[in-house]
């Protein structure tokens, strides 16, 4: 049986709502007060959790010109920039991590983040988060993986662009380093993904596959693909959130702004109670709408020993007399006392 996992205090899992993860990425704009708003909005939208990258631009890359290290792709957010000059503008200054996991824990959200490198895990292990998450693009960083699994804390884990194989080794070192509450994410890499890209039925196969709960890490337009991975059993939903898309910034052209993430919220929670359970028959809050089903009338004043014909005995609402199946049953039958339009057949009221 899968167990249910336990993410700062919160319970994720079977018969558990999604729990949902605003990514504040660099959408603070190098503005520590518009990351504090950050966790401030996700906290009245509704998020259980905000989650930051934990890295630099030197732990990430280096500061070189080079052809290899300068991003040209058409149609790529971040064109015309070197990749040490992307981590530089989105990096969240390692000094304000304190404050804004601390202003998120008063507000009673679970903080945590992605560590990018070894030192990164080792500065979040002096902050005691509560958990870790994987991104995809390190899901190959095998010393990466071994370090947090290490940790002992959940680790959450992203799997853009991977191959079943590349997935199955990350879940070989986590477990074999001694990780024992693992969640996937399936995630697309590209920003902003397609719908038609997101293949949210692999939730079910992987969760199968790899015994463990699995998500969905979003960075498509508009929540309809967060819903749907929902209905197909995802236990986390991550999505980018800033403070206003106009605002600028790395992420902002596929993050959501406040109201939407609201909307997200409540949209993946409510589709989550709308899966329930195979069942039929009137739920008990339709049991009074099924007066108003139709049954079988007296619509004409007649007397006793008289027929029930097509004249006198109809099918109508409300469903307070007999069932309608019973009507070619009735014609032709005597009443045994005088009826009033408006009476609701009864066996009780048919002669002998």
Not at 14 to 41: R, T, W, Y
Not at 77 to 87: A, F, I, Q, R, S
Not at 152 to 163: D, E, F, L, R
Not at 222 to 242: F, N, P, Y
Request: proline share 3%; aromatic share 8%; charged share 20%.
């Amino acid at each position: 049986m899968l167990k249910n996992i336990t993410l700062g205090g919160r319970e994720v899992g079977i018969n558990c709502p999604p729990f949902i993860i605003a990514e504040l990425s660099g959408n603070h704009n190098q503005s520590l007060s518009k990351a504090l708003m950050l966790v401030d909005e996700a906290a009245k939208a509704g998020a259980d959790a905000i989650k930051l990258q934990t890295y630099t631009a030197a732990t990430m890359t280096i500061n070189s010109v080079g052809d290899e290290f300068f991003i040209r792709d058409e149609g790529n957010l971040w064109k015309g920039k070197t990749l040490y000059e992307l981590y530089d503008r989105a990096h969240t200054p390692w000094e304000w991590h304190e404050a804004i996991f601390r202003k998120a824990e008063s507000l009673g959200l679970v903080a945590f983040s992605s560590p990018f490198d070894l030192t990164a895990v080792d500065f979040l292990e002096s902050l005691d988060v509560p958990c870790y998450k994987i991104a995809s693009f390190e899901i190959v960083d095998t010393a990466l993986i071994q370090r947090v699994a290490e940790t002992g804390k959940p680790v959450i884990m992203s799997t853009g662009m991977a191959s079943l194989a590349e997935i199955e080794e990350a879940v070989k070192i986590a477990t074999e380093a001694g990780c024992r509450q693992l969640i996937l994410l399936k995630c697309t890499s590209s920003y902003p993904a397609l719908a038609e890209d997101a293949n949210v039925a692999t939730i079910p196969h992987m969760k199968e596959l790899f015994t463990c709960h699995v998500g969905l890490s979003d960075h498509t337009v508009g929540i309809g693909v967060s819903i749907a991975a929902v209905v197909e059993g995802a236990a986390i939903v991550e999505k980018h959130l800033t403070l206003s898309r106009s605002n600028g910034g790395v992420d902002s052209a596929f993050s959501m702004e406040p109201s939407e993430f609201k909307l997200l919220v409540e949209e993946s929670r409510r589709a989550w109670l709308a899966i329930g359970n195979v069942t039929y028959g009137p739920t008990d809050n339709e049991l009074d709408s099924l007066k108003f089903r139709r049954s079988l009338y007296i619509v004409k004043d007649i007397l006793a020993g008289e027929t029930l014909t097509e004249e006198n005995l109809k099918s109508i609402r409300p469903g307070l007399g007999l069932s309608p199946k019973y009507y070619r049953q009735l014609i032709g039958r005597k009443v045994k006392a005088n009826l009033k339009s408006g009476t609701a057949m009864n066996w009780s009221l048919i002669g002998d």
